[in-house]
């Protein structure tokens, strides 16, 4: 179990660096490598999604987000990038619903009520993205 544990850390710093170093697709493979280990570590699974995110592989990133709601269904920055990746493969009703509940949850959350306005413009609702 030790070695497991050297690996997923391993993998992980390793990943991290690369994403600092803006090396998107080998950081993706480093942070692949720690969910083989902990598939359902939400560092290494925020992380993988970030890193997804940042090379505009939405369709990617968007069962991993969809895999954090699941685990942590009250954490509103899963649910505010599950919004976004919905928002940037164009579903702006789900993406309405996810940052919704983000706001919800997180009601302080700026970032949050401006992606939602966006959201509801892109869905055509424009009384609500007004508001």
Known sequence: MQGATEAFERHLVA???LLR???VEDACREFEAALSVRPDDAKALGLLGLAYFRRNAFAAALP???KLVVLHPRDASYRLNLGLVYLKLGD???AIDQLAISREIDPGQSR???YLG???ARGGEYAQAYE
Do not use: I, N, P
């Open 92 to 94: 702006a009703t789900k």
């Open 118 to 120: 966006l959201a509801y």
């Open 15 to 17: 990943g991290g660096e």
């Open 64 to 66: 991993v987000y969809e």
């Open 21 to 23: 170093d803006s090396r």
């Open 112 to 114: 949050t009520v401006s």
